[in-house]
């Protein structure tokens, strides 16, 4: 794909003595939501890491926007306009609400009319808007979490498993609220979506990559995956049977 | 969306809960109240509470940068100390060129001598940190042992070189004439210096909250204690914020030691490795990389040491170590534990 805005080509990484990515290819296409799939320790959240130069790649290249980012530092690569929601997170707990969002801001001020359409998508942040954010439920967290990536127009977001350990309520707001991210266009926001959950990774996403041990072993088309269930169940067959 | 799925809930934290959190308030007023109770002359007591709040704002300004360093960039700098040597070192070259000024009854051209031999020994302290970050602290980010060693190393390196400068003797510095003497309240003699170390440390201590919480430098650090990684993928360079700290941190060590300078009147290169042990405890007890524990620990501490020096002279440093071990065992992290992420 040439129009792909991220593109990773035969990345390596290391993790201390482990050779934990062994030859990752995958190519995120604009304007879409992307979701990675795969079993636990596949290396998903290794792969994000390693695009937000928290993990320095040891082989191959990143390419973003045109530019090869495999070599920056983790601001650097922020400053690209990718934003980050780890897997645990990453919220400051003693931090209000609103501290958190500010510092999301990176231009120092926080769009108001921007503010009014998260609210919107996440009410309990604005309940909560002055309480620590520490205080805040797991799901709460998780909806600060990716309201942080969203206060200000990025290229690129990228989000490790939003929908770990909540409730189905929950998840279906998560749903809704990258559905709506994705709907508005003119914000030209591409999404790399780590997801375990089938039913979501369905309803938000348009291309898909399966991990296992390190490397990406299919990607392709949602539909194409969500239809095919023989596929499916090799690819998640092989996984289950990795498990073990 | 389901908003009605979603009922927040506000958890209302009982009365004992909020006392607990508030205790360490009390902590000062307590001690100063038993202070006075086991002293039992009013006027002894007031002149000891006021030795004491000016020891611990000292004790204050050389402990504030070493916990938010180690707050910030999880970096014990057991070089602090020499930058409280250092800085004493450079305040008294000011004062020496000042002499006319330091003499002169005019309390205006004092309080001038004083304010720029602080801020000589602000610069060079800030200026000696960005060096020490770069070649000593920097390498070494992470790894806890190596700190220690290089930290160490870097002390050595820099008592050594005031020696060279100033000569390995000690040194008298003399207070500004406004500043020697005491005024006597309420029949109590409370020396003028100890006045001027406690208006400057209050001073200090609103003038960091005021960064902390109402800039934007301050948020930055705020959340870089929690969760450096966080901070640095929302896109802001942690290690220039790191430097920016540690360079404060180390001209706040200078203005310690130029305080300290002027109260002990007497300054020697191993200054710094002396009152570091009271800098530690200061930390400890408060929580390591809380501004607001540091500034009650050494509150605790200045007036402890003043009081039982009255009382059991003997006892004097011991009591500090054994306020440290009831603090620990009260709280194990401290009085204001910092959450980390990691
Ligand atoms: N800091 C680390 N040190 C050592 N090994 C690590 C570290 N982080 C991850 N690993 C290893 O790398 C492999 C991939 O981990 P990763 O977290 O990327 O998996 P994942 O696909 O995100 O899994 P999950 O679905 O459980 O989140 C695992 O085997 C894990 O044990
Ligand atoms: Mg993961």
Redesign the interface.
């Known amino acids: 794909m040439s129009d792909a805005l991220l593109s990773l080509n035969g990345i390596h990484t290391h993790i201390g003595p482990y050779h934990i990515l062994q030859g990752v290819d995958l190519e995120v296409p604009r304007g879409g939501v992307t979701v990675l799939l795969g079993r636990n320790g596949a290396g998903k959240t290794t792969t994000l890491r390693t695009i937000m130069g928290l993990w320095q790649a040891s082989q191959g290249t990143i390419r973003f926007d045109g530019a090869a980012i495999q070599k920056e530092t983790t601001p650097a690569i922020a400053q690209r306009e990718i934003a980050f929601v780890p897997e645990d997170m990453g919220i400051f707990s003693d931090l209000t609400v609103h501290e958190n969002m500010l510092l999301a801001a990176r231009g120092g001020a926080i769009d108001e009319e921007r503010l009014g359409w998260i609210f919107g998508l996440f009410p309990p942040l604005k309940t909560f808007w002055q309480s620590a954010a520490g205080n805040l439920s797991g799901g709460q967290k998780q909806m600060l979490a990716v309201a942080r990536a969203i206060i200000e127009p990025r290229k690129l977001i990228l989000i490790d498993e939003p929908t770990k350990g909540l409730a189905p309520a929950i998840i279906n707001a998560m749903i809704a609220a990258l559905k709506e991210l994705k709907e508005l266009k003119e914000m030209q926001t591409t999404i790399l979506l780590v997801e375990q959950n089938f039913s979501m990774a369905r309803a938000v996403g348009d291309t898909v990559a399966v991990m296992d041990d390190g490397r990406i072993v299919y990607s392709g088309d949602m539909a194409e995956l969500a239809a095919d269930t023989g596929l499916q169940e090799r690819l998640m067959g092989l996984s289950l049977e990795a498990h073990q | ?3 009605s ?2 009922k ?1 809930r ?2 209302r934290p009982s009365l004992s809960q909020i006392i607990e959190a508030k205790a360490p308030l009390f902590l000062v007023p307590v001690l100063m109240l038993i202070g006075l109770l086991a002293i039992g002359s009013g006027s002894t007591w007031l002149t000891l509470t006021a030795a004491g709040l000016a020891m611990g704002m000292m004790i204050f300004i050389m402990a504030s940068g070493l916990t938010v360093i180690f707050g910030l960039m999880d970096v014990i700098n057991f070089g602090h100390g020499a930058f409280i040597s250092l800085g004493a070192f450079a305040g008294f070259t000011i004062l020496g060129l000042l002499g006319g000024w330091i003499e002169s009854p005019s309390i205006a051209l004092n309080l001038g001598a004083v304010l720029l031999a602080v801020a000589f020994a602000m610069l060079v302290t800030g200026l000696a940190g960005y060096g020490f970050e770069r070649l000593i602290v920097k390498p070494v980010y992470g790894q806890h042992l190596k700190q220690i060693l290089v930290t160490m190393g870097g002390l050595v390196v820099t008592q050594q070189l005031i020696y060279v400068i100033w000569g390995p003797d000690e040194i008298v510095l003399a207070r500004p004439a406004a500043f020697q003497g005491s005024f006597v309240v309420l029949g109590a003699a409370i020396e003028k210096y100890r006045v001027l170390a406690i208006v400057i440390g209050l001073a200090l201590f609103v003038a960091m909250r005021l960064v902390l919480n109402r800039t ?1 430098i301050g ?2 650090v ?2 870089g204690v ?2 450096g ?10 290690k220039k914020l790191f430097l920016a700290v540690f360079m404060v941190g180390c001209a706040l060590a200078g203005l310690g030691g130029v305080m300290w300078g002027m109260y002990q009147e007497t300054i020697s290169a191993h200054m710094g490795a002396e009152v570091m042990i009271s800098v530690f405890i200061v930390v400890i007890i408060g929580g390591l990389g809380s501004i607001e524990g540091c500034f009650i620990g050494a509150m605790l501490v200045g007036l402890l040491t003043n009081y039982t020096g009255f009382l059991i002279p003997k006892l004097a440093l011991v009591s500090t170590i054994l306020l440290m071990g009831a603090v620990l065992m009260w709280r194990p992290q401290g009085l204001y534990p910092v ?1 980390k ?1 990691h």
């Open positions: 969306m389901s908003n799925l979603i927040p506000i958890e934007r948020l930055l705020r959340a929690q969760n990684e966080m901070v640095e993928a929302l896109g802001y360079p942690i959450v992420a």
